[in-house]
């Protein structure tokens, strides 16, 4: 995700480094990913609108896939207009964004989708210094970084345009995915979507348990500093560990029945939102967006069911980016 820097200022998105700088960079942007601000401000400002709009779109229909008319629009566009880029412009910018990652497209058009996604990133940090709004593009040219010798300083917008990209693309696919894995889960067993139907405060439970059962980005991978032990292996330094980070959710000694999902089971700690410094930032982002759509789809689909005459969803994706294959529902 690093960006080559034609005046030498920081290139790297606060992912790819390490402390002491990832924690000033992370915390500049955190305060807007607490719980209380994604159960009210983003809820309230983004979410809720968003996944009301696409929900009520569906009430027209007897059947739909919704992991595609739904799972995957829901963080697209929380994710963008979050941002400050709404209107006429989002949907080149979205397709840019995208471009930037896929590997369909040419090196050279990559190269061109990043320019293009820098220069109207960097157009709307111009425009909210100007006119300030009520986004995280506002909320970064308000921030300050806090620098190794305890000063203070505010962030260039070369810093602003890295942090939105990052959270743009770690926010997209993996909230989609994620929510489609979560519907699968409760639609293959019936008596818990039951459950969760009739006691909605369960839904957290149930996305908490699809994100243990089933985490989109099961492995991530880290380069060893020194030389280490783990387990009785020794590890030199150079080595590169991939971390599984799905298999950790379903270790039997910590978890009973660990391949089950069941959002009944007492809740501990899993890792499929990472562990340590890196732990995902947008997480209760991600649980807002789910939470949002599951009770907007029990509300408005009391018989909602898989449709038995599609074909039968399967999780695809290989290691890094898993997801359904499809969501096909009966909403009557
Ligand atoms: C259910 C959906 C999601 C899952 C399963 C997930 C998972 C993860 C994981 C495992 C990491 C750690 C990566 C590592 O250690 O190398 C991570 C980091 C991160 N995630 Fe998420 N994520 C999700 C949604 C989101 C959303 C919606 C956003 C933003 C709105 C987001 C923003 C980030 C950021 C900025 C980081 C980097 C944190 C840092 O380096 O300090 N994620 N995510």
Redesign the pocket.
Known sequence: MSTPSENGERRLA????DDPE?RSH?AA?QPM?IRPRTLGWWRHRWIDDIVNTLVEALKQRNRAELNIQLCARV?VHT?TR?IGMDGADSLEFRNALLKTTAHSVTPEARGRAAKTVERMLLDLIAQRRAVPGDDVVTGLIAAELELPDGSKRPLTDREIMLDCR??ML???G??W???GITLWALLTHREQLEAVRADRSLVDAAIEEA?RWN???PV?S?LVLQDAELEGTHIPAGSVLEIC?GAANRDPSRWETPDAYDLHRKFQGH?????????????N???S??NAGINALLDAFPNLRLDPDAPSPYLTGGLEQRGMSGVPVLLR
Do not use: K, W
């Open positions: 606060f992912l790819e480094m990832h992370r942007m990913f963080p994710i979050a990052l959270v770690a926010g997209g993996t909230s995915r994620q929510f994100v985490p989109t980005d991530f880290r980070l890792l499929g939102f990472g562990l340590g410094t890196h732990l995902c930032m947008g997480q982002v991600a649980r967006e789910i």
